[in-house]
């Protein structure tokens, strides 16, 4: 779509009238009643939602909508639940990635629920209960997409979920938020995110219950201020980002990025031959909060036929004797012949949270001195020439793997990634230099870290 020209078809019915000379449309206004007048900023459906904005008819379970910036999407996702809500749903989830993003966004914001609601039916909002109860007695739950765990055992009739593409667990989001929608006779969800092409956003567009609207910025252009356009929009048109940030495609692979889906798939293996050397990765958060980033904990092994192998990503936001004990637990498990952990974030911390657990266990400090890409690219020189192969699938390391670029471009801390890059240097990059160096006579060994 072009940035000049938005077919009239696409507009709403208050965007093609403001579009005609302001003596034809003033006056119309003014024929109307007070009461109608009063009515037309509520009118959603009738009058200020454009054609994909509304609400699709027939049998569907989720309706995606994909959006570049600025297109509405959380103007369309709280008419939605208002609209649910007219017609008699009861119970209704809200999930965002955080709980504050609920609050600030769906809830709150300049165009979230309160701020779409008439005066007649103004849901009153219960911060500290994290629910909204409308006069009819319809209740909405708001929940974090990033706490999965919240959303076992919720039952409801509808749900409105915002940016989950951007959340740590989406799968098991998903997972959790379909099993409790199954109140009243016909369950649907309304997803707004911007896309990024992670498998659980690639797998719901491709479902059969799925409704798929692609919104372009372009398409609300007569409602953004020209600063905004000129910041957020303007710098990415005709650009492949732009594709994803503007017209709200799901791209492949992102540019740059130091894996692509088709790399890991192509050495992808059902079974892996027997292992000289197996470890341990981990890379700590320094904080048990909301907001926290996981902690990475990756099991790797060195084949007998000098191949690396993934076996296992146990990843987890716990606290530090939580994420202790899964440690020790995988080492147990895969027979490992060491723990390693970053220092960088956390001093000591992996070190003695884990000799609390297990006081022998063999461990390796490891201190990163260059950043995360400059660490990680020559583990991806490994992938790229076959010598890396992920032991069945593991879909939220991949889709931190695929996002990474060398210059830092993860939207969030890839500690998943991260612990996979110091699991296979650790068997793979450091013996090759370590001999190197013997090899060489030098008196002093040089740190890849």
């Given at each position: 779509?072009?940035?000049?020209?938005?077919?009239?078809?696409?507009?709403?019915?208050?965007?093609?009238?403001?579009?005609?000379?302001?003596?034809?449309?003033?006056?119309?206004?003014?024929?109307?009643?007070?009461?109608?007048?009063?009515?037309?900023?509520?009118?959603?459906?009738?009058?200020?939602?454009?054609?994909?904005?509304?609400?699709?008819?027939?049998?569907?379970?989720?309706?995606?909508?994909?959006?570049?910036?600025?297109?509405?999407?959380?103007?369309?996702?709280?008419?939605?639940?208002?609209?649910?809500?007219?017609?008699?749903?009861?119970?209704?989830?809200?999930?965002?990635?955080?709980?504050?993003?609920?609050?600030?966004?769906?809830?709150?914001?300049?165009?979230?629920?309160?701020?779409?609601?008439?005066?007649?039916?103004?849901?009153?909002?219960?911060?500290?209960?994290?629910?909204?109860?409308?006069?009819?007695?319809?209740?909405?739950?708001?929940?974090?997409?990033?706490?999965?765990?919240?959303?076992?055992?919720?039952?409801?009739?509808?749900?409105?979920?915002?940016?989950?593409?951007h959340w740590q667990y989406p799968a098991e989001a998903f997972k959790n938020l379909f099993f409790g929608l199954r109140l009243g006779d016909n369950p649907q969800c309304v997803a707004t995110t911007t896309p990024l092409p992670i498998r659980p956003i690639i797998d719901l567009a491709k479902a059969d219950t799925t409704i798929v609207t692609n919104g372009s910025s372009f398409e609300n252009r007569a409602n953004l201020s020209e600063l905004y356009y000129t910041?957020?929009?303007?710098?990415?048109?005709?650009?492949?980002?732009?594709?994803?940030?503007?017209?709200?495609?799901?791209?492949?692979?992102?540019?740059?990025?130091?894996?692509?889906?088709?790399?890991?798939?192509?050495?992808?293996?059902?079974?892996?031959?027997?292992?000289?050397?197996?470890?341990?990765?981990?890379?700590?958060?320094?904080?048990?909060?909301?907001?926290?980033?996981?902690?990475?904990?990756?099991?790797?092994?060195?084949?007998?036929?000098?191949?690396?192998?993934?076996?296992q990503d146990a990843t987890c936001k716990l606290d530090p004797p939580g994420w202790g004990a899964r440690a020790v637990g995988v080492y147990d498990f895969r027979q490992a012949d060491e723990v390693i952990g970053e220092t960088n974030n956390g001093g000591d911390l992996v070190e003695r949270n884990l000799r609390v657990i297990r006081p022998n266990i063999p461990f390796r400090k490891v201190t990163a001195t260059r950043g995360k890409s400059k660490r990680a690219q020559p583990v991806a020189t490994l992938y790229e020439r076959g010598l890396v192969h992920h032991v069945g699938s593991f879909d939220e390391l991949e889709d931190q793997m695929v996002l990474f670029t060398p210059e830092g471009g993860f939207i969030t801390s890839p500690d998943r990634a991260d612990a996979l890059v110091w699991a296979l240097w650790a068997l793979m990059i450091e013996p090759v230099q370590q001999r190197r160096i013997l090899m060489l006579e030098e008196p002093y060994q040089v740190s890849p870290y």
């Open positions: 779509m072009q940035a000049n020209h938005v077919d009239q078809a696409e507009l709403s019915p208050r965007e093609r009238l403001l579009k005609r000379p302001r003596s034809e449309w003033e006056p119309f206004i003014r024929s109307l009643s007070k009461q109608r007048q009063q009515q037309l900023p509520y009118d959603w459906m009738g009058f200020e939602a454009r054609p994909k904005q509304r609400v699709p008819p027939g049998d569907w379970l989720t309706w995606l909508i994909l959006s570049g910036r600025g297109w509405g999407k959380t103007r369309t996702g709280a008419e939605t639940v208002r609209h649910w809500v007219e017609a008699g749903a009861k119970r209704i989830i809200l999930v965002g990635r955080s709980g504050s993003d609920v609050r600030k966004t769906m809830v709150e914001g300049e165009s979230g629920i309160l701020a779409v609601s008439p005066p007649g039916n103004m849901p009153e909002w219960l911060p500290g209960n994290r629910q909204l109860i409308w006069p009819n007695g319809a209740i909405g739950d708001c929940y974090s997409g990033d706490e999965p765990r919240q959303l076992r055992g919720f039952q409801g009739e509808k749900a409105w979920i915002d940016e989950p593409a910041q957020n929009i303007a710098p990415y048109v005709g650009t492949r980002v732009g594709r994803q940030e503007i017209e709200g495609e799901i791209l492949s692979d992102v540019p740059g990025a130091l894996w692509t889906r088709a790399l890991i798939d192509e050495h992808r293996r059902k079974g892996r031959p027997e292992l000289v050397r197996v470890v341990v990765a981990i890379d700590p958060a320094v904080t048990n909060t909301e907001e926290s980033d996981d902690t990475g904990i990756i099991a790797a092994g060195l084949g007998i036929d000098g191949h690396g192998y993934v076996l």
